[in-house]
Structures are given as C-alpha cells and as structure tokens.
C-alpha cells in the first residue's frame, strides 16, 4: 500500500517538501478526480434532476477529501512535510454561484443525496463570475467580478451540447459536470451549462456590461442587475438556456436507460427550485411533442415527473413576466404556456389563479402548481402560511399536493470541516455514529449537567473565538477582543430581515454606555451580507452600520464595550469561519417573511444560542431546544399578518410614542453620524424607518432589547448555564441534517430508484 505522502509525490513527481502550495493543490485535484470517478455508479429506477439557478457549492477541496475519507491522511502527510491543508485550501477559489440559502439548500442536498446513495444529479449554469464579490470603500458597498474559473477548476468541459433556440435565433449550450461526492457514498454530477461564446471581457467598470450581447454576456453573472428591461430580458435568456438544455440532457439520459417518453416519470424526477426553473415545464411539454406525444398526454407526463419548491413568500420575488418579454425571448413556448393558461382556466373560475393575468403578465410559480404534482414550503411555518394564506386558492383547489418540507444543511461542511475542534469533543463522549446519523447527537443530552465537558466545550468556543479574530484581524486588518461575547447576523441584505433592527439596537447600546449604564458583557457585533446591486434601502443600511462602526470605535467611552464589524464579501468560506465563533446567532427577521432559514441551523449545530422571532424554521428549533434554552421575541407572524390586513400600521405612532425609538433613529443623522458619514444615505434610510418601515422593526425594538439584554446578562452571569443550554443545542440539532430532509423528500415526493 502506498502511504499518502508516496502517492502524493508521484502525483507532483518530486518530493513534498519542495513542492508549492499550488503544485500540492492540483495534486490533491487529481486525486480527488480519480476517487470520485471511481465512486460514479449506474442508475436504475428513477433518477432526480434537481434544477435551480443556484447552486451555492463554495470551496470544495476540504469537503470533497471529508466525504472520500482521505482528509485526514492528507493532512498528516502534508503536515509531516511541514505544510498545512489550510494553507492549501487558499489556493482554490471560492465558487459563489449562489446568493444565499436557496443556493446553500442547493449545494446541501446535493451532498445528502450522494451520501444517501441516492441517484440525483443537479442542473444549473456555469456563471463566469457567479455573485459579484463585495468591497467597501468610504463606507459604501463596491461590486466586483469574482472570478472562479481557471483552467484546474472542478467543472470539466464535456463534448456533449445542445441545441437552443434563443429569440429566434440558434446557440449551442456545452455541458461541464462537476462531480459531487458523498460522505462514504456514491459520486453523483452537478451539470452546469455554458455558451463557448461568452467574453469574460466585455465587463467593465465593476460589473458593468453589454445586457444585449447574449452571446457574450448570457452566463457571466448570477442575477445580474435587472433594474432595467435589457437585465430583465437577460434573466429570461439565462432561465431558458438552462431549462432547454437541462430538458434536452434529462430526454437523452432517460432514453439512453431504455424510457420510451411515455414513461419518463418512471425513470426521471425533476424537482424545480423556486420559480427560476419554471420554464421547464412548458418546454418538456414542447419537446415531447417533438416526440410526437399529444399535447394532453404530455401535459400528464410532464406534471408527474415535476415538483415545485417554493422559498418565500415575498410579493416581489415571485416570479412574474410580462408576456411581451416571453414573446420576445421564447416564442417558441408561448403556444404551450397559452394552452397550459386555458387549461388552467377550466379548472377554476378564480382568476387570481390563472397562469396569464388580466395585465398580460406570466405567473411562473402559479404555473409550477398548476402543473406539477407537489407543491412544498420549506418549514413548518411557511408552508402553513403558503397554505392559509398566500396561496390558499391553489391549496382548496390541490390540497393533495401540498406539503411540507423542513429544511436542512449538511453536516459534512458545517461541522465535520467546519468545526474539528468540537467534532474530536463530541466524539470522545458519544462515538463516531453521529458523522453518518445527525439524530445520534442526542446521546450529547446526559453530559448537559456535566461540568467538565462544559469546560471543555466552552475552551472550544474559546478557541474558534480566537481564530476567528486572528483571520479579521489578517484579512481585514480589524482587532477584535476574543474574550468578549460574539454576535453574528450573516445573511442577505434585506430589509425583512431586519439588519436595522440591529442597528437600532447597537444606536441604543451606544446612548446607553455613554449614561454609564454599560453592558453585563463587552459585544462585538460582526455582520455579514451583500446588498442587491441596485437595492437602494439595503446599501444605506450597510453604509449605517459601517459608519456606526467608525463612530463607536472613535469613542472612548463606548468601544472598550461594543464594537461592530462588518465582513468583507461573505460568502461560505467567510462563514465557515465565522460561525464556529459565534456566541449569539441573530435571527430577527420579522415573522411570517423568512420562509426557513438554514443559517440558524448552522449556528445552533456549532453551539450558538439563537436570538430570534417565531418566524421560519426559528420555531422549528424552538421546539427541538425547548423555550428556555432559545431567546424568542416580538410578533408573532399571526399578529404581523393581521397588521398587514389591517393596513393600519404607522411607523410615526411608534417613532413618537417611544422615547428610545426616537432618539435610536433620530441619531442617524445626528452629528456624529454625518461626520463620518454621508447624509444622502442616512437621511433616506431614517425617513424610511419613519414614513414606511414595512418590515415592522419598531413594534418589534423594545422587545428586542429586552430580551438581548437577557442573553448578555445570562452569558455574563452564568457561564456554565449559557454553555449547557449551547450543549442542548447542538445536541437537538439532528432534526435539522439535510440527510433527513432529502429522506423525506425521497419518501414523499421523488421515490427514487438507486
Ligand atoms: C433572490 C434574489 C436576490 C437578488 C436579486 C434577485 C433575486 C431573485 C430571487 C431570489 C430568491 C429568493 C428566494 C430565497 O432565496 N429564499 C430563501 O430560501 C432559503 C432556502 O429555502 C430559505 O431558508 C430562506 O428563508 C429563503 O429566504
């Protein structure tokens, strides 16, 4: 048997002592390329296609060494040759092919459905750039390309293409497979397409470019800007591009098992993420009928083989399209999508239904229900919502389709790689049967009264603390004191999640410090998120608390007490270190508005006490952990739906009716503020906390101090019980493996062959 290091070294051919970090990085791709070939099995039965426009993978070095089992060989060997894996992992780029959780769900149940050898393979596009990368500058969110590819990445170019029809004229979609690996399971492949004719080039001035050029510009970036038609246009060519070849691979690999077309819902599931996918459905139909399968008949097929995922509940992001862009963009659909309307049409009088509405526009998601034969939220809560209220007309119409399935994470990525320190104290106490069954770590629950393993578990935290601070202090150049209590909110900029909630609260801890009345324990306060290119309200709030920032950390009073710190470009490898330091996990959305949620559920696994509204999959983890062991406050989303219906909400009510409201918001564009920052942008995020605030924040502020105010005090006063109830946590975390997620999804919805 060759040891690692022998292996290592042909693979480099010469000694690893004197080989580069980047010699060592491409070996260890070679490696990982012929292990992950070797675990590539063929299918029988049915086969899912899981379809999104994002698959949030980040790096895959680590991961993909975790699930083959060679992990910790490399790096005992690379450490024998005076090398760290981590200085290794440096080398790879970080693709960000996702936004945020939908593309995390993504790259989650990707994992879980190689390890649970379950035949399932993901079809998306191979952006160029992926998210753009973040940076600050004179307190302002500057965006750039973020390159990923190079001529090792793990994509590989294939030579199978196909044919798409793209405002009339042709274009030919290559495919790139990127193996997926499963812990001690099969390889399964994440499909990406491409145009050979897209010009990294063409982009300008940040992330500027041609919206025009489609041969140029179709798969440079995910989501680009689409303020305007020609963006708008852009997303309709990226979604057809990966819908007409994603259909056309799923057609060919079904016949090539021997499917006659008829019988493609035997051999094929396609599950369809969100609505960005949607026109997937239309175009199976189009090309069965290039089959010669009748319209009725494909309608059938095509409706067995689909499910829809739906992923929020916000107005404006579910997907509507005006029929002229469609027109333009697709014509070749809108016969299918016509006949799909009236068929739609049949089935019920109620309009607000109908897949084409009064106004000519296109409802992608009310296509998905119609058309598909499951329908799921991805909580609880959600899907109670999705089914009482957002969609009740389809439920009373389909209520057989609707069900519920909670989210999940892997945990591959968000422990075993993520946090090894805690992984070595858990398996000395319960075994390693946890690493393959997530439930197993309720065997932790005996040791909550333990003191010893709390000291344990709490010099973990302490660590991950420090390490955490060494990586802001070397990529950031921030200092930040390890022994003051962590509060991380990372996550997408946007208002129903309510970052300014925090901000209010940092404004108030600020007052508060200054009048002597200083916290139970210093706060470092560390945020991480991007803003939507052109979301206006989002940016001003990054510029509040990067100009926050700078106005604590000049004063002396308060900095020795409270210090925030905002993360430059988040992305999975920012998170991966930031969330084994967390003290206090934020979840404030305001409820009923955040459908699931999976950040929580990394938090809670790594020993994070969550602070956050009954909203999302927060109540989910609220009835694993028990009430005393979350911090829940505010609305609850049946008062929030009722305020909503009611119509009656005014911000200004609350503005002067409490005292501490006002002074929080009224501070934004006081002295200090202006001074280090700039009124345009401040001014217009406080009047739109006065005149609109339609994410509710103040109703929810004094309950929100209060009960941070709580957790502080409980952290400071009671190490022993903060760290118990952190033990509980991450004991009651099992619920939330995305392993039980895809068993559900495979049980209920997908039945998948093997
Ligand atoms: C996001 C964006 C943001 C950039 C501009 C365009 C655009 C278009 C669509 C979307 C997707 C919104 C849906 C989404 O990300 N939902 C999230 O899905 C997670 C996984 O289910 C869930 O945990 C989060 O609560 C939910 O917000």
């Not at 858990?426 to 909550?448: H, M, N, Q, T, V």
């Amino acid at each position: 048997m060759q040891t690692m290091t022998e292996t290592l070294q042909k693979l480099i051919g010469k000694p690893l002592v004197e080989s580069t970090d980047q010699e060592i990085y491409l070996a260890l791709l070679d490696l990982v390329h012929s292990k992950s070939a070797a675990q590539v099995r063929p299918v029988n039965g049915r086969k899912l296609y899981y379809i999104s426009a994002e698959f949030l993978i980040g790096k895959l070095l680590s991961n993909n060494l975790i699930n083959l089992g060679l992990y910790d060989d490399v790096r005992d060997a690379l450490a024998a040759a005076g090398k760290s894996l981590s200085d290794i992992e440096e080398v790879e780029p970080e693709p960000s092919l996702g936004n945020g959780g939908l593309g995390r769900l993504a790259a989650c149940f990707l994992d879980s459905l190689a390890t649970l050898n379950l035949p399932g393979d993901g079809i998306g596009l191979r952006y160029h750039f992926g998210l753009f990368h973040q940076s600050f500058a004179d307190g302002l969110q500057n965006e750039l390309p973020d390159p990923w590819l190079n001529e090792h990445s793990w994509a590989e170019k294939t030579d199978i293409t196909y044919p798409v029809t793209l405002a009339g004229k042709p274009y030919t979609a290559r495919l790139y497979k990127l193996a997926v690996t499963g812990y001690e399971g099969r390889t399964n492949t994440l499909n990406l397409f491409d145009l050979d004719t897209v010009d990294e080039s063409i982009v300008h001035d940040g992330i500027q470019f041609d919206k025009t050029a489609i041969d140029k510009n179709l798969t440079l970036f995910l989501y680009p800007d689409d303020s305007d038609e020609a963006g708008r246009m852009l997303r309709i060519y990226q979604q057809y591009l990966m819908v007409s070849a994603g259909a056309q691979l799923i057609l060919a690999e079904c016949a090539a098992r021997g499917c006659n077309y008829h019988d493609l819902a035997d051999y094929a599931a396609i599950q369809i993420n969100d609505t960005h996918p949607s026109m997937v459905i239309p175009e199976l139909i189009r090309l069965l009928g290039e089959k010669g399968i009748e319209f009725d008949e494909a309608v059938k097929i095509v409706t067995d083989t689909c499910a829809y995922t739906n992923h929020t509940i916000l107005a404006e992001a579910l997907e509507t399209w005006p029929r002229s862009y469609l027109d333009k963009v697709v014509p070749q659909l809108m016969p299918v999508i016509e006949k799909l309307d009236a068929a739609a049409k049949k089935r019920t009088n109620d309009t607000g239904l109908a897949i084409i509405d009064a106004d000519d526009r296109v409802h992608m998601a009310h296509m998905d229900i119609h058309f598909t034969h499951s329908t799921n939220g991805v909580a609880a809560l959600h899907t109670k919502i999705l089914k009482e209220s957002e969609l009740n007309g389809f439920y009373k119409l389909y209520p057989e389709k609707f069900n519920n399935k909670t989210n999940g994470i892997t945990f591959r990525r968000w422990l075993l790689e993520c946090d090894p320190a805690l992984v070595k104290e858990i398996e000395s106490l319960i075994g390693p049967g946890f690493r393959k069954d997530a439930a197993e770590l309720e065997k932790l629950l005996p040791y909550a009264e333990d003191a010893n393993v709390l000291q344990k578990f709490s010099q973990v935290k302490a660590d991950n603390k420090k390490a955490l601070a060494d990586w802001l202090e070397h990529t950031q150049g921030v200092k930040v004191d390890p022994t003051a209590m962590f509060d991380i909110q990372s996550k997408r900029l946007h208002e129903y999640k309510r970052q300014q909630l925090n901000l209010l609260y940092l404004i108030h801890q600020y007052f508060e410090i200054r009048a002597g009345h200083t916290p139970a324990v210093p706060l470092v306060s560390i945020f991480g998120a991007k803003a939507a290119p052109a979301y206006i309200i989002a940016k001003d709030i990054i510029h509040a608390l990067l100009t926050l920032s700078k106005v604590i950390a000049a004063d002396p009073l308060v900095a020795p007490w409270l210090q925030v710190v905002f993360v430059e470009n988040y992305n999975v490898t920012a998170a991966e270190k930031m969330i084994p330091a967390c003290d206090l996990s934020e979840q404030i959305s305001l409820a009923s508005k955040e459908a699931s949620g999976t950040g929580n559920m990394k938090f809670m696994l790594n020993g994070a006490l969550t602070l956050g509204t009954m909203d999302g999959a927060n109540v989910e983890i609220s009835q694993q952990v028990g009430n005393e062991n979350i911090y829940i406050f505010g609305q609850t989303s049946g008062q929030v739906i009722h305020r909503y219906a009611a119509g009656d909400y005014n911000p200004a009510d609350w503005y002067e009716g409490d005292p501490n409201l006002r002074r929080a918001i009224d501070f934004l564009t006081g002295p200090e503020m202006l001074a280090a920052g700039k009124e345009e942008n401040l001014a217009r995020l406080q009047h739109e906390l006065k005149t609109k605030d339609w994410f509710q924040t103040l109703p929810d502020f004094n309950a929100y101090v209060v009960r941070k105010g709580q957790a502080l005090s409980d952290y400071a006063c009671d190490p022993l019980g903060w760290r118990r109830k952190c033990l509980i946590n991450i004991s009651k975390a099992g619920f939330f493996s995305s392993d039980r997620t895809i068993a559900e999804y495979n049980s209920d919805i997908w039945h998948l062959g093997e």
